[in-house]
């Protein structure tokens, strides 16, 4: 049987939800928050447009994966089970790297703003390499909090 791995990260941003959701739910937001270390990408079309809207249940497009915005190294057939606007979403997809890819950001108020939470499980398609992948997308994960930090600023404790 495969091994599940998790983590989960939560940040308080002095931001309203509204301003969280628009920019989760855009891919130059999630490319803001991967940068410098990756890119992902997304059909022309979806330029300017909100995440949101992708259908449910099926997959709304591939992403490649590219680090440092160039070198592809995965891809993400992005799938969302579960959208929520302004509070969050839940993405259950396949990656080639993943046989099961769960990914779940909630945005609740807070004091000052509100707390950002991504939770993370996911089951390698290569058993051997699942503790060197989880610790890889713990730090992108980690990278992604400090820059939100760093775009919306820190909320109070």
Known sequence: MARTYRFELTSRLAAPAPALW???????GVNREFFPLLRMTSPPGLAGRDLADAPL???????????FGLLPI???DLTF???DPPHGFQERSTMLTMREWNHERRIAPA??????????SCV???AALGPIQIVLFGLAFRLRHRNLRRLFGQGQP
């Open 22 to 28: 628009r920019h989760a739910t855009s891919m130059s």
């Open 57 to 67: 249940g099926r997959p709304a497009f591939r992403s490649w994966i590219l680090l």
């Open 124 to 126: 390698p398609r290569v």
């Open 111 to 120: 004091a000052g703003g509100c707390d950002l939470t991504d939770r993370i």
């Open 81 to 83: 089970v579960a959208i």
């Open 74 to 76: 995965d891809y993400d």
